[in-house]
């Protein structure tokens, strides 16, 4: 019974996981479809963890998705913290949190439908993806240099 209960939330906070995280990347970066997706990925992923925790603990031979949903929950997190600090450079390390995260949901995915060694599929494309992603945001919120001054 608790299998089963943990099964149904975890598989269904990974489903609204993957519809919101996209419509939060998509939405324009201001108060809004935004924030309200993202937060609803975030609530997701903190389902998504702790369910799988719960499912790991009734088998224990699957430790290592125990450790990956720890860390995709700390990557998720961590962009919210990254995020409300704005610190310099925040924002690129803000995608490039949220958007690991995101691949590791996609990743789960397809270990689950298709087994084997597929799951390299979405980790090889995701991580390119992130990276240059969080390369052309880093790009366009860099400070301008002051102009040099002529000798």
């Avoid at 961590?78 to 803000?94: D, E, Q, Y």
């Avoid at 390119?128 to 366009?140: E, K, P, Y």
């Amino acid at each position: 019974m608790v299998h089963s209960v943990l099964l149904v939330l975890h598989i269904a906070a990974g489903s609204v996981g993957l519809l919101a995280g996209p419509v939060a990347m998509a939405a324009g970066k201001h108060r809004g479809l935004h924030t309200t997706a993202g937060w609803a990925y975030q609530v997701c992923c903190a389902v998504l963890c702790a369910s799988a925790l719960g499912l790991v603990a009734l088998n224990l031979s699957l430790w290592g998705f125990a450790v990956i949903a720890v860390a995709t929950e700390a990557s998720a997190a961590a962009g919210v913290v990254v995020r409300r600090r704005r610190r310099p450079g925040w924002l690129a390390m803000h995608v490039q949190l949220v958007l690991g995260s995101y691949v590791s949901f996609v990743t789960a995915l397809v270990v689950v439908t298709a087994g084997g060694l597929w799951w390299v599929l979405p980790v090889a494309l995701g991580s390119a993806g992130v990276s240059v992603t969080t390369g052309r945001v880093a790009a366009r919120t860099r400070p301008a240099r002051p102009a040099r001054l002529a000798a």
